[in-house]
């Protein structure tokens, strides 16, 4: 493989696997202090895209987009903490994963009421939507260099978020004990729907981001969401270090196998079955790595509580 | 006693409907208490699991899916005069494609159980989903049986000294094979197996202080249960005579999870009238408006959240050991 290629094929990776950890980590969070398994994740992911297309479409602003994005999930994930959720804490995983699989088809209903099941459209703002060299001589896009450099901004804000300030001391003492924190006067009835809310915010973030690179419509959140899963599985649930470090394996496996697979069954087959067979087991190949992970650490590579 | 009560009614209401809708001449109608009947097995399949081994596998459709190639490989192959992977000539015969399908099922859900059922709770979920979608996308992009586009299966199987292309014959098949699963969990929930797996999901330790190793109960009735989704799946791919990697989806894995909780989870019958309320709901609200699955949706939400024992708890009170 040439170079140029290589180191391509190495940031899309990383693109990849940041969004990954952008949607991830808040599943993760999520998990780790409320201990629930939240399938609608995807939702609110498809949410954050939606409503970035919509207002970036009527205003002409990707940033105004944007930011409404991130303000919806935030938004209708408070509110879906408020009234659904927080009844769901004290539950099975079995109720939990029933409750928000019917959450997801709620929202992916209640958005195809309101925004139709045509996909929308986002176009980057000017500044982003050029391209620079590359050593080697390919070309690549500013729009996802953005979206890398986001991942790493997230992921520094989030490990600080938890080391260091008030609100993270919190979050990590209800995650490991959620009884004695609320016993010391902590309200931890707000404390679960603030981060519900900042699991939620990243989701739509995530969704904001990914809308400028592929078509934004219903039913986009979902591929994400189980890529998300695999992503905390591997690095262990609860843990945001296991979801950094599962989310660029996966982004870097799943992309360098779609590009190399195909060629290395062209040495053996002829090139239309090359594709088809090598880019088939490329889908296969994250979950391959996961159950291989799992059947050596079955809790994954950074188990939370341990 | 309410509860097998309740759970005989709704059999005996499913036979009825498609005795009604053979005499009234609808065919559409036999085919829809055939897909009940079908549907009701894949749940009573993944009930064994779920509800009574307590293992949620978010990955039953794999089984499915997998009966239903083994019904439609086995037919393309017959259809065609070739052999499967140059070995195995192809069949019509269902009862051959049913044993075929159990094989497959067996075959697969020993490895995908063995490993699966070294993690637990949240870990197992995905780690069936993983194992699940590695099958979906292998239908996919193995191009010799359809990949992406599917497989048709362009005459109903047979079934030997029945007419199974009629709708109502088939009907009968379905039915008694489902009749043959409920018997066959049945059997084993009241073995020394079935206290066994039970004690399993309750209490390990004590299970394995009192001599019996968890593991390879978990792991038979993970077998089992995915046999039986797997035949229910072959007779699936017969009925609509076509199978592809939707029957394979995660979203067909979380609509077997409905069906059971829907019904109740744990309850034998439950599964019955679980997916006889979810095709009745599919079929009619689908009828009404496209967007039936706001309603489902807004359904199971007020399952999880009010009515815990599902449709069975509802109809046939708690639990005998509740």
Known sequence: MPTALLIEQVLNGLQLGLTLFVMASGLTLVFGVMGLINLAHGSLYMVGALVTAYVAGSTGNYWAGLLAGIGAAATLGALVELSVLRRLYGRGHLDQVLATFALILIFSEGARMIFGAAPLFLNLPEALSGSIALPGGARYPVGRLAIIAVG?????????????????????????????????????????????????????????LVGTIQSVEVGMGEPVLILAFVVIVIG??????????????????????RISLPELFGLVMEPAAATRVGSGLASMLIYLVMAAILAVRPRGLFPADA | MRETVVGLAALAALLL???????????????????????????????????????VSFGHAAFFGLGGYAAGVAAFHAFDGTLFLGLLPGTDAMPIIWLAAVLVAVLFALPIGAISLRTSGVYF??????????????????????????LPIYIRNSFPGLDAGDALTFFGLAFAALLASLALTDRLTRSRFGAALSMAHLNEVRLATSGVEPFPIRLTAFVISAAITAWAGALFADLYGFVGPSMLSWQRSGELIVIVILGGVGRPLGPVLGAALFVLLETFLGGLTQHWQLVLGLILLGVVLFARGGLMGLLGGKMAHD
């Open chain 2, 125 to 150: 979920i995905m780690i069936t989903l993983a194992f699940a979608q590695m099958i979906y996308f292998f239908a996919i992009s193995w191009p010799s049986y359809g990949g992406e586009d599917g």
């Open chain 1, 152 to 208: 790493i901004v997230v992921a520094i804000g989030l490990s600080i978020l938890i080391a260091r300030t008030r609100l993270g001391m919190r979050i990590r003492a209800g995650e490991s004990d959620r009884e004695m924190v609320a016993a010391l006067g902590v309200d931890i009835a707000t404390l679960y729907t603030v981060v519900f809310a900042l699991g939620a915010a990243l989701a739509g973030l995530a969704g904001s």
């Open chain 2, 17 to 55: 409907a498609a005795l009604a809708a053979a005499g009234a001449g609808e065919v559409y109608y036999i085919n829809l208490a055939s897909k009940v009947a079908i549907i009701a097995m894949a749940g009573v399949g993944l009930n064994l699991a779920l509800g009574f081994g307590g293992m």
């Open chain 1, 236 to 257: 262990g649930i609860g843990s945001i270090r296991g979801a950094f470090v599962g989310a660029l394996l996966v982004g870097l496996v799943d992309t360098i196998g």
